[in-house]
């Protein structure tokens, strides 16, 4: 994975960054609140020989550097420890006072350092008085000569004892900076694996290098679509109605050289907004000027009817078993020139009826009879339906909602489609998040062009309501020529 997928995953998974920030510096300020203060005391011992020359001088400087080592770990040494607290003034035992001891050395020198960290201040500087008192002795003792001589070392104190002022733990400012880099590096490390676990589609350019086909539209989330699906009325001017603009538009020029008359819109699981979307791209061709024909194909859970406000009873069904004509089942919608077939009456073999050769027949006729249909058809992971109906058309049309179906099953409905040579014209990315600044961009584009409508003269009023009524004409046309075709 290169970095700017890394990056690209941390920037959409930033709330995790966030909270596992937030989480590590509410940790640490609880345990830096928590923490008892500690103080450090400590004590500077100095290590010398008697010496009488220069030679004298440099041999008993590396023996004072070797012995310095020693002296190290005798001030943790339990002797020592016993006789610091053999008065009992301490009130701690060996134990406690060799866990509070620590020493430290510089190199090439003779000097001795030993503190004490204590949670009383008072207390530290009485057990570093104690030691370093104890210290000088034990190692007069230990450094004196059988017969009784003085020994070769001598423990001079040089430093101390003294104890800090203010304590040297905990450390606010230490601490908070060390958790919030650790909650950032976790945080960070979180949101790329969670990243990398999500199999579901987050992009257009994920999509398109799964289903290998062009991306047609990005159809933004609308918050308004549950309540008014359609893009007529105030939904007119959204942008989701421009991004089915823009759809129709590219749809059309796909392949100039082979246009797509019947398209089949098609989804790889119930729920991603085809319906939503197939209606809306008729309307959008509609007001285009093209005499289209939408079909409900999806006979097993019919929602045209119910979006456009249509009567459903009797449709397609009903033309492919031959109970009526198409001509007469065929609905005007609105003063567009969009006619709507609906479903019909549900049938108990659906799959075999739209893959009769009435279906195929009843395609051909409509082809003549409209510039565009638009055939909404069932999921294509759900049932067969879906297929039988993108073979018998010019071309299929993916939808696919963001952030809800996996990679691996658009892949599937991809290879459906492309297993019977289905001629996948290209995707949709449903109810995409689009950046907040493109959102702005357009609103405010909107805004200056409605500025601009409201100051149309009215002769250029009076002319599109003529223009509506020759539209009219060509809608009462367009459903002459599908009654004529049907007998």
């Not at 006789?83 to 620590?102: D, F, M, N, P, W």
């Not at 009215?458 to 003529?466: E, F, I, N, P, W």
């Amino acid at each position: 994975m290169d970095l700017y997928r890394q990056l690209r995953l941390v920037r959409r998974h930033w709330w995790i960054v966030l909270v596992t920030l937030m989480v590590a510096l509410g940790v640490t300020a609880l345990v830096t609140v928590r923490a008892q203060p500690r103080y450090v005391a400590s004590v500077t011992f100095f290590v010398t020989t008697p010496s009488q020359g220069v030679t004298d001088a440099y041999q008993g400087g590396l023996f004072l550097q070797q012995r310095v080592k020693s002296y190290a770990e005798l001030l943790t040494s339990d002797r020592l420890a016993q006789a610091t607290v053999a008065g009992g003034q301490l009130g701690l035992t060996a134990e406690e006072v060799q866990r509070r001891i620590s020493t430290s050395t510089e190199a090439g020198t003779v000097l001795l350092r030993a503190s004490v960290t204590d949670t009383d201040q008072t207390r530290a500087l009485r057990v570093t008085e104690a030691l370093s008192a104890k210290f000088v002795e034990l190692v007069q003792k230990v450094e004196t000569r059988p017969d009784g001589g003085a020994g070769p070392i001598k423990i001079e104190i040089v430093g101390g004892p003294r104890v800090t002022p203010t304590p040297v733990s905990p450390q606010p400012v230490r601490n908070t900076a060390i958790g919030a880099l650790i909650g950032l590096l976790a945080g960070v490390g979180l949101a790329i694996l969670r990243g990398m676990a999500d199999v579901r589609l987050r992009d257009a350019a994920g999509l398109q290098r799964v289903t290998g086909s062009p991306l047609l539209g990005e159809i933004p989330i609308d918050s308004g679509a549950r309540s008014a699906p359609l893009i007529v009325g105030d939904a007119a001017t959204s942008a989701r109605a421009e991004a089915v603009r823009k759809l129709r538009t590219n749809l059309r020029f796909v392949d100039v050289h082979e246009p797509a008359r019947v398209i089949a819109v098609t989804s790889a699981l119930q729920g991603e907004g085809k319906t939503t979307l197939s209606c809306n791209l008729a309307i959008a061709l509609a007001e285009a000027g093209w005499r289209v024909l939408l079909v409900d194909a999806d006979l097993r859970r019919p929602k045209v009817g119910d979006y456009l406000g249509v009567d459903a009873g009797v449709g397609l069904t009903d033309v492919l078993v031959g109970d009526v004509h198409v001509g007469d089942v065929v609905q005007r919608w609105g003063d567009k020139s969009l006619l709507v077939l609906p479903s019909g009456s549900a049938p108990p073999n659906p799959s075999e009826l739209l893959g009769s050769k009435a279906m195929s027949d009843l395609l051909v006729a409509l082809r003549e009879s409209a510039d565009i249909v638009i055939i909404d058809t069932a999921p294509l992971l759900a049932v067969t339906d879906g297929v039988v109906v993108a073979v018998q058309a010019d071309g299929a049309l993916l939808v696919t909602q963001q952030g809800r179906t996996s990679r691996a099953q658009v892949a599937a409905a991809a290879r459906s489609l492309h297993s019977v040579s289905v001629r996948l014209l290209g995707c949709v990315l449903n109810m995409a998040r689009v950046p907040k600044a493109e959102a702005y961009q357009y609103e405010a584009y909107r805004v200056v062009a409605e500025a601009k409508t409201q100051s149309v003269p009215a002769d250029r009023a009076a002319s599109g309501r003529h223009a509506e009524r020759a539209r009219a004409g060509e809608v009462g046309d367009h459903t002459q020529e599908l009654t004529r075709l049907s007998r």
